[in-house]
């Protein structure tokens, strides 16, 4: 891996904390096949108030062992400013110098009581800074198409200037395949005086049913157009790999003309989908994504 020093495009994969056994062995086989390419780092997330934290744990640790960068994830809503402080200091103690930090969702059924001391994340980031000063690189996370529960969008906007405020370095976006909605989002942000780097969130298409039901969820938005191709192929695996893969292949293109800081990778802890879409933009590292991806 190479060091902890951002380059002009930073390149990253995102990974989810296995529930299983089999899920463990699958992630350590798709991070293996992943790290050739030597990605700026590999982030984890972290699922507030639950037991998928312990998980994220575990899987930022066996990633450490490995000696991989990580950004673990941290969310704020559901903990109290005691855990966080300790999870900060474990982070610390692992030689981790990269958050990815957030508000985070409480899982439904948990009623606003358990939200905790930090509501949003820019008072998670002003928290980080007063802990650990310039330790930690803070990335926040940004939404081109806006936030589902932003009174507007530039409520949304102002929100995100204030994460940028409280001492963010960067930010990753929600996925999106709107190019032109990351575009005007980057040109709102310059109009406010933000100049972070923002990092488009790239979300591969392999799953229709699952990606329609989680974009719903999350506000990001599937073009008519794309929807009506993906349900047309119906249960044709083969056929909505291949368009999807055109299609987010053709959106990475044409946000990296357009001078996007770098991708970053929902991989869903599968390496081909993402590893064809690095190859096919010729990213750094390409030559070495074995054959057969
Ligand atoms: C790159 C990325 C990674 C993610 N990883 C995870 C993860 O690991 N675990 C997880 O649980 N979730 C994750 N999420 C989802 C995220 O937690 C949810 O989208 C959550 O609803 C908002 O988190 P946030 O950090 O963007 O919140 P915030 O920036 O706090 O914004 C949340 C909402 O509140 C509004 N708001 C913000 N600040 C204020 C304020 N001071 N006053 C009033 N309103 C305000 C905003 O406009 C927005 O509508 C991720 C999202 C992205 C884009």
Not at 138 to 167: M, S, T, W
């Amino acid at each position: 891996m190479g060091t902890d020093s951002v380059p002009d495009k930073n390149y990253s994969f995102e990974l989810f904390p296995p529930k299983t056994a089999t899920g463990l062995e699958n992630l350590q086989a798709n991070v293996a096949r992943m790290r050739l390419v030597e990605p700026g780092f590999f982030s984890v997330t972290y699922g507030a108030g639950g037991s998928t934290q312990e998980r994220s744990f575990d899987t930022v640790d066996w990633l450490r062992s490995q000696e991989i960068d990580t950004a673990p994830h941290l969310s704020c809503i559901g903990s109290s400013t005691g855990e966080i402080r300790d999870i900060l200091r474990r982070y610390m103690k692992q030689g981790i110098r990269r958050i990815v930090a957030l508000r985070g969702d409480l899982p439904s059924g948990m009623g606003l009581s358990g939200a905790g001391e930090l509501r949003y994340a820019n008072e998670l980031v002003e928290f980080i800074r007063t802990e650990t000063g310039d330790h930690f690189h803070i990335e926040v996370a940004a939404y081109p198409e806006f936030h589902p529960q932003a009174r507007n969008a530039q409520a949304d906007l102002d929100n995100f200037k204030r994460k940028v405020g409280a001492g963010a370095n960067a930010a990753i976006t929600q996925y999106f395949y709107s190019a032109h909605a990351y575009y005007a989002f980057l040109d709102s942000c310059q109009k406010l005086g933000i100049h972070i780097p923002i990092v488009p969130g790239i979300m591969p298409i392999t799953n229709y049913t699952s990606l329609a039901r989680f974009s719903d969820a999350c506000g990001a938005e599937i073009p008519r157009w794309v929807r009506k191709r993906l349900e047309g192929y119906g249960d044709d695996k083969e056929s909505i790999r291949a368009f999807g893969h055109e299609v987010v292949l053709d959106l990475c293109r044409r946000l990296l003309e357009h001078d996007a800081p770098g991708l970053h990778f929902y991989t869903m802890n599968q390496a081909a989908p993402s590893l064809r879409l690095w190859r096919d933009l010729d990213l750094p590292g390409a030559e070495r994504i074995e054959a057969g991806t």
